[in-house]
């Protein structure tokens, strides 16, 4: 306990610097526990002598977090566009400007002039229709891993999907396709090989128990050499539905992506079912699409799991706007061409110090892994990155043979300056400036 005389007596008390109008602001943004906790420790640093007790208001104040969220914006240098571990794709102005307006009460299942109940998403649903004429019908999950997963278990629980030993795909962090499959309850029937599949391997292993043909596009690796594999039209002649897990979510054919299937060719080759991602190459939220023939697609959406998998009504937004408003910010930067990049990498590397070399892009995120995006980086001493990467803003670079390569590729333009002075910084602490 403080004694009289004691300075620890003159540290402010919680409730009182809580009442107080700059922490009652706080409050207001971040939340009474927030606040309540960086004023605490302020006092505990008092206490210990740390700091002066008139000093504990400052000391709070300048602890509270200056972000809502404990996530942090990071400025993606490093060229790779879908980049998994920040976040897949940015979203759009419109799609996040849409995010605002579906975080309040919205009209998601509510018909405003009948006052009646309506079919949730619509507006999302009808979207995905007109950008994929050949779909009679659209459903949309969580995320393209779910899509999957509806899609086998309303075709093919207790029954046998059939699948190439070429398309059984690990996906990421341990994540593998087949153990998906399986656990929805269907079983794999594996045909073929790891480089050759042919139509009869196919056609040997359908049977009373065959409930759909799978064909799975292996993102994220290319079989070269003696390999082939059928055809998703020779495929659909087998009299068995076939469901074709795309993966990126291109809706039209890009020909700058000549490798990557889209849904709209791969329904008219027959497909009863394209399952895909919302935020790969498709630039919006997190969330599973599946297009396709209406009785499929129906069972989809009757199926009890398919509760489970819903969307809310801020991806509903969000996947909207992306799909009817502008185009989305990883097909602009997908499209950049070195000579678009050039001035400002040019006056980058010129504030900076850095010299500037050729540098590949990537699609990222699983898709097109043979696809570089020739552009320009500016290259530093490899220890900048750590800096960088722990900076304010915090700056994401690739480290690349000793050398951290800074490409303007993913950065907003609006961000320039702020990459500028992130690197300025660094290279003080390093002492590598000038
Ligand atoms: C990425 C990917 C998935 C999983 O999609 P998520 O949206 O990450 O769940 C499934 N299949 C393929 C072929 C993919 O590329």
């Not at 020909?255 to 329904?267: G, I, N, Q, W």
Request: charged fraction near 20%.
């Amino acid at each position: 306990m403080p004694v009289a005389g004691d300075p620890r007596r003159a540290i402010p008390r919680t409730d009182v610097l809580m009442d107080e109008p700059g922490f009652r602001a706080a409050i207001d943004r971040l939340g009474p526990a927030r606040v309540k906790a960086a004023i605490v420790q302020a006092q505990q640093r008092a206490r210990a002598g740390e700091i002066p007790p008139e000093s504990v208001r400052g000391h709070a104040l300048a602890a509270l977090p200056t972000r809502a969220t404990s996530l942090r914006p990071v400025i993606n240098a490093t060229g790779v566009v879908i980049h998994t571990n920040i976040g897949r794709a940015p979203l759009s102005p419109a799609a996040v400007e849409a995010l605002v307006i579906a975080a309040g009460y919205v009209d998601v299942e509510l018909d405003l002039a009948s006052g009646q109940r309506s079919r949730r998403g619509r507006g999302v649903l009808d979207a995905l229709l007109s950008a994929v004429v050949p779909a009679e019908a659209a459903l949309v999950v969580n995320n393209g891993a779910a899509a999957l997963v509806l899609a086998t278990t309303a075709l093919a629980a207790g029954r046998e999907v059939v699948v190439s030993r070429g398309e059984m795909v690990e996906i990421g962090d341990g994540f593998r396709l087949p153990d998906l499959i399986a656990s929805t309850g269907a079983r794999l029937r594996e045909v073929g090989t790891t480089n050759r599949t042919h139509l009869d391997d196919y056609r040997a292993a359908i049977g009373p128990e065959t409930g759909c043909l799978l064909k799975i596009h292996p993102s994220n690796f290319r079989i070269e050499g003696f390999t082939s594999g059928v055809e998703i039209a020779q495929l659909a002649g087998l009299g068995v539905p076939v469901i074709a897990d795309i993966g990126s979510g291109l809706l039209g054919p890009d020909p700058a992506l000549p490798d990557e299937p889209d849904a709209t060719t791969t329904l008219r080759q027959g497909a009863a079912l394209v399952t895909a991602s919302g935020d790969k190459l498709l630039g919006g939220p997190q969330a599973g699409i599946v297009l396709g023939a209406a009785p499929f697609v129906e069972r989809l959406r009757r199926h009890p799991l398919a509760r489970a998998l819903r969307v809310d009504k801020l991806t509903l937004a969000a996947l909207e706007a992306t799909l009817t408003g502008p185009e989305p910010p990883v097909t602009r930067m997908r499209h950049l061409r070195p000579e678009d990049l050039r001035g400002r990498t040019w006056k980058l590397a010129e504030a900076v110090g850095g010299e500037i070399v050729e540098s590949a892009g990537r699609v990222g995120g699983g898709g097109a892994p043979g696809v570089a995006l020739s552009g320009y980086a500016v290259a530093l001493p490899s220890r900048v990155a750590e800096l960088l990467r722990r900076g304010e803003p915090a700056v994401l670079a690739r480290v690349d043979a000793g050398r951290c390569l800074v490409d303007l590729r993913c950065v907003p333009t609006a961000d320039d300056d702020a990459l500028r002075d992130a690197i300025l910084a660094a290279l003080t602490t390093t002492g590598d400036a000038g």
